[in-house]
């Protein structure tokens, strides 16, 4: 077993989620070799071409990535190692942060064909294709964004991919829309956390409305602007927002799930075209984490 590989432990954990080897033609024969290869790129950030011998082809490596990104079975995945962490009380529901952050994008992530990707042998598009590709300009250039829900253990829930220039409060809702833990015993999925932390780029009467309307208490600080219009407005601002400052102590949560994702240089570093092959790229190292039990100081040892 190499520097990163999947342990023993964690295989057990992942392989009853994974597709049913020895299909036609034996594409999805030796899954724990593949899924090695996959996180050697994601963990170093090397050229596909440039993986180990020992993974195998690369382009067998990098074709079962880029279905598993196009048809959605990363994130079935990652639902599915969420709904077992869940299952052992190893998800920390109390508190859920919502944060961004940017990624700077290489020069070989630019470039992609206009022509939209389909699935191999399917007349369907990706899951999460952008016709934008998920890139934006700005001062340092080509930039995208990685929007984020993470729960109390420091690991995602739920995250969007978006160009780098776009705003942080517009994605909230979305981002939490797309938490959906399974519950195996039976039941809905579990979408709620229990409270909801956020900076300033948050507030807004939109995103408080939403949370009144499903029931989520949430500590956002107003900003200064805010609280200075509202007063402005007299009997027409409403009421002053609640805001415990013990409990957004708490938002370094989501700083620190941020921080162990861009462990991951092909996170930290987007070398993707396409956006869905970068949104499976952050599913996967996602996964690492969920799988991933030892942690040290707050560093993940692999």
Request: glycine share 10%.
């Amino acid at each position: 077993m190499g520097r990163g590989d999947l342990t023993n432990a964690e295989w057990v954990r992942l392989e009853p989620h994974l597709p049913a080897s020895g299909q036609r033609g034996g594409r999805w024969n030796d899954h724990r070799r593949v899924i090695n290869g996959i996180l050697f790129r994601v963990r170093t950030g090397i050229p596909w071409r440039d993986l180990p011998e020992c993974f195998g082809s690369w382009k067998t490596v990098y074709e079962r990535h880029r279905r598993w990104s196009a048809d959605g079975t990363w994130d079935r995945i990652r639902r599915a190692v969420q709904a077992d962490a869940d299952l052992t009380g190893r998800i920390d529901w109390s508190m859920v942060s919502v944060d961004s952050t940017s990624c700077r994008a290489h020069q070989h992530a630019a470039g992609a064909r206009k022509k939209k990707p389909r699935i191999p042998k399917k007349r369907t598009t990706p899951r999460h294709h952008r016709p934008d590709e998920g890139l934006g300009r700005s001062r340092g250039g080509l930039t995208c964004k990685i929007h984020l829900a993470g729960e109390g253990g420091c690991r995602p829930l739920a995250f969007l991919v978006t160009p780098g220039q776009w705003g942080d409060a517009p994605q909230m809702i979305e981002v939490l829309e797309r938490i959906r833990v399974p519950r195996p015993q039976g039941g809905r999925p579990r979408t709620r956390p229990d409270h909801l932390g956020g900076d300033k780029a948050y507030s807004s009467r939109r995103n408080r409305r939403y949370l009144r309307r499903r029931q989520i208490k949430h500590t956002i600080p107003e900003p200064k602007g805010q609280r200075a219009n509202r007063k402005r407005r007299g009997n027409k601002g409403g009421r002053p927002t609640g805001f415990d400052s013990e409990i957004y102590k708490r938002r370094n949560e989501v700083e620190r799930t941020i921080n162990r994702l861009k462990n991951f240089r092909a996170v930290a570093t987007r070398y993707d075209k396409r956006a869905y092959i970068f949104h499976g790229t952050v599913t996967t190292a996602a996964i690492r984490l969920w799988l991933a039990r030892d942690l040290r100081g707050g560093t993940l040892w692999f």
